[in-house]
């Protein structure tokens, strides 16, 4: 790529689950219910050539209409069961093999897409009853994020009911998982806002398990390509352009990852070193369930923050000389 369209480029050039699936004859689509310009991200898959990149202003408010402004708030945009139902009218005139991302927005502050019945204490407290909770086990939780919580789980078991009635839904891969977490602000645990689930769902699955080593997004990528390249001969890129090693499939607690964490701030408030955790000026050490105690062993803190310092030169330098790729 030539040196006057690099410097125009939104985002440092790099390659991307999009682009390799698009190479191999996949159909890419992202759908998503709000504006295409919050966090640029029609920006960023119009720079990954997405094949179809579906936002608030290509819905058919017809059929799925929109209040701007819901409860005395503003409204971020379309519900999930709308983007879902609107995301799979468009898929049925997509061919497989194909890539779709959605994104939600219902299960997010201000938590007010929810369907008017879910905000009620009768709803909430049949809801509670088949999980054996009260009310007042949850009264720290705002109850519009319980509203949210239960819209969103619902509005999901709805989209696969449709989904299965597809003809290709038997060969299909379902990656569940949340950018952050709900913000219930519970405890001062460090993790709280950043614990978030990740669920493989698949007809192809043959027995179910759970793993406790510690993972991230920037991990599965890897272990997706992984899967694709080996059982169906997906061809991949030699060069790699992500920080993830796969993801973890111990049935024990491991921690031997490097992470970083972003939720808010466009530089690195929290960073992860295998066992190690950086909030603010502290480091902690945390263990299972992610239990954290205060690092205190100056030693291997100045090691640590000499380890911090050079991620973060590195990472400075290969996105603003737009080296990701090199």
Not at 35 to 62: E, R, W
Not at 219 to 230: E, F, R, T, Y
Request: aromatic letters at 12%; hydrophobic letters at 35%; a negative charge.
């Amino acid at each position: 790529m030539k040196q006057d369209t690099l410097n125009k480029l939104r985002f440092p050039k790099h390659n991307s689950l999009i682009q390799i699936l698009r190479d191999n004859d996949y159909y890419t689509s992202y759908f998503y219910g709000g504006s295409g310009n919050f966090d640029n991200v029609s920006a960023f898959m119009q720079q990954n050539k997405v094949d179809n990149c579906f936002t608030m202003d290509q819905f058919d408010t017809l059929k799925y209409p929109m209040n701007l402004y819901v409860r005395s708030q503003q409204a971020w945009g379309h519900k999930d069961a709308a983007m879902y139902n609107q995301g799979l009218d468009v898929m049925d005139s997509i061919r497989a093999p194909y890539l779709s991302v959605f994104q939600t927005l219902s299960n997010h502050s201000p938590y007010n897409l929810s369907d008017d019945i879910y905000y009620t204490d009768d709803y909430l407290q049949s809801r509670l009853h088949a999980l054996n909770l009260t009310l007042d086990d949850v009264q720290k939780i705002d109850k519009a994020i319980l509203s949210s919580i239960c819209y969103a789980d619902d509005a999901l078991k709805h989209f696969f009911e449709r989904i299965k009635q597809r003809d290709d839904f038997k060969n299909t891969i379902f990656l569940i998982t949340g950018d952050h977490a709900v913000d219930l602000n519970l405890t001062d645990n460090i993790f709280e806002n950043y614990h978030v689930p990740f669920v493989i769902y698949s007809p192809l699955l043959r027995k179910t398990a759970k793993f406790k080593g510690v993972c991230s997004h920037i991990d599965v990528l890897p272990s997706l390509l992984a899967l694709l390249k080996h059982n169906y001969q997906l061809e991949v890129p030699q060069k790699n352009h992500w920080l993830g090693n796969g993801l973890s499939t111990s049935l024990n607690f491991e921690a031997n990852r490097v992470i970083p964490l972003n939720i808010k701030a466009i530089d690195m408030p929290s960073f992860i070193i295998h066992d190690k955790v950086f909030f603010g000026s502290n480091i902690y050490q945390f263990k299972e369930g992610l239990k954290i105690t205060p690092l205190k062993d100056s030693i291997a803190i100045d090691q640590l923050n000499d380890q911090l310092e050079t991620y973060k030169k590195i990472n400075n330098y290969v996105c603003v000389k737009n080296l990701i790729d090199q």
